[in-house]
């Protein structure tokens, strides 16, 4: 994928944008527009990759906004499409390919003051967009209710920024990934035009904003399908090799009478970074991470018998001052390992479910020590399979492109963490529903955080 083109630092130009004026339209709403922190705002995790490290470090917003409820979206959405400046949304800034990164500049759109559960059901709650996924978690605990599943970033992610950034997480082992029906029950939507609407999508309409960085309309509340609230307990095994770790945990996963939330194998090369949690994770041995409903540890323990050592057990605690041990799993081990050293970067991968086993071991024996494995078991259409987030030793674009060309002629499929746009990166994740065709009817100047929805052409404009 070609660069985009190079930029003089924000600080450094004047806004193509009338931001005077629009500060005007948008009297009482909080603002911000304070160079330094509208540039760090406009960020996430993009660093991750170290092709989009180039590309986007110096793309920023030129204002924040920072609505209270859902008429002050309203009105910044009319006035934006009256003054024709972008419009980018942003919640937490947890995303990992640029989702929320202003690419042309315009408004950064800040829903984390749309916060609470408006109302809950016995299995159902109507949550605003700008909840964070801890506190909401919290909430609904108290009626022994709790989220069907969540990023690793769960301790500072929010609802609507997992809805249009996401794609499953701790729980998918269970319940697979928001792509399937029923994971997302309904979305509120505002359109960006002149005159906004107000949008209720309902059941398979609510997937024309998942997973699409917000080019679709801005999420402000959501109704999500809830789980039992387990006491769940964090887990441990060190095995001798990655594929008794792999093929416990599939074991593991196959248990549709074991209570699961997360199957996670790691390899023994990476554990070295994981700080305290090193304490459980003995030298030269790979590990499965795992959270298990109490009262599912005896058959859990029975899968594992001989093959594997317990070294750590305990009640899952996501309390201040602790590290979740769920922080260690999904990008999170990415994470652990960049945090000492810049290096590395990650694939995302989707292994067939039919020949799960073979494909594993053929993919570490094809690339060795460039790509380190781990795996996340998952639901994924009906069959449980693995997702993979392994760590690559970077060298060159090339030889990444090279990595992921023999990855899908094998039959793995890659959702591409390296370029911007949902057509190139998404793939295996993204939506069925038709996203572009609702992009026209909700934004059809193409304002919502133009340039990731790369086929979208504005009305008006030459295709």
Not at 98 to 110: I, K, M, R, S
Not at 152 to 170: E, L, N, P, Q, W
Not at 254 to 260: E, F, H, S
């Amino acid at each position: 994928m070609s660069a985009l083109p190079e930029r003089q630092p924000r600080s450094e130009r004047v806004s193509r944008y009338d931001i005077a004026a629009l500060k005007e339209d948008l009297a009482g709403i909080a603002l911000i527009d304070e160079a330094q922190v509208v540039r760090k705002r406009s960020r996430d995790f993009f660093w991750y990759s170290p092709i989009l490290n180039q590309q986007l470090a110096d793309k920023s917003a030129d204002i924040i906004a920072m609505p209270r409820d859902e008429a002050e979206v309203v009105r910044i959405a009319a006035a934006c499409a009256r003054r024709r400046i972008p419009l980018t949304v942003r919640a937490a800034g947890t995303g990992n390919y640029g989702q929320a990164v202003p690419l042309e500049g315009g408004v950064l759109l800040d829903i984390t003051g749309l916060t609470g559960i408006e109302w809950q059901k016995p299995g159902i709650a109507r949550i605003a967009a700008g909840a964070r996924m801890l506190d909401v978690d919290i909430a609904l605990r108290e009626t022994g209710f709790e989220q069907r599943m969540h990023p690793s970033t769960k301790r500072s992610a929010t609802v609507g920024g997992f809805v249009a950034g996401g794609s499953g997480g701790v729980g998918s082992v269970t319940y697979g990934g928001l792509r399937e029906p029923g994971n997302i029950l309904a979305a509120r939507v505002v359109t960006v035009e002149e005159e906004p609407r107000i949008l209720e999508l309902r059941d398979d309409a609510a997937q024309k904003v998942n997973r699409a960085y917000g080019t679709t309309g801005i999420i402000t509340a959501l109704e999500m399908p809830l789980a039992p609230a387990w006491p769940w307990i964090d887990v441990i095994v060190a095995f001798d090799s990655y594929m008794d770790a792999f093929e416990t945990g599939y074991e593991v996963a196959l248990a549709d009478g074991i209570v699961k939330k997360l199957v996670t194998p790691i390899s023994s090369v990476i554990t070295p970074y994981f700080g305290a949690l090193k304490a459980h994770c003995p030298e030269g041995k790979s590990i499965l991470i795992c959270m298990i409903a109490e009262g599912s540890l005896g058959p859990f323990k029975a899968i594992v018998g001989k093959r594997g050592t317990v070294t750590y057990e305990s009640p899952s605690e996501e309390g201040p001052g602790t590290v979740p041990l769920y922080e260690y799993t999904w990008n999170h081990t990415t994470l652990q390992w960049l945090k000492s050293d810049r290096s590395i970067t990650y694939l995302q991968c989707l292994f067939p479910h039919d020949r799960l086993v073979e494909s594993a071991r053929e993919t570490i024996a094809a690339f060795g020590d460039e790509l380190l494995p781990h795996h996340e078991f998952i639901r994924f259409g009906g069959k449980v399979t693995a997702s993979a987030l392994p760590i690559l030793r970077y060298s060159t674009p090339e030889r990444l492109n090279e990595v992921i060309a023999q990855h899908e002629a094998a039959g793995v499929f890659i959702a591409n963490p390296h370029v911007v746009s949902l057509e190139d990166g998404s793939r295996h994740k993204r939506a069925e529903a038709d996203q572009l065709g609702f992009k026209r009817e909700v934004d059809p100047q193409g304002l919502l955080n133009p340039g990731k929805m790369a086929s979208f052409v504005p009305v008006g404009q030459p295709k």
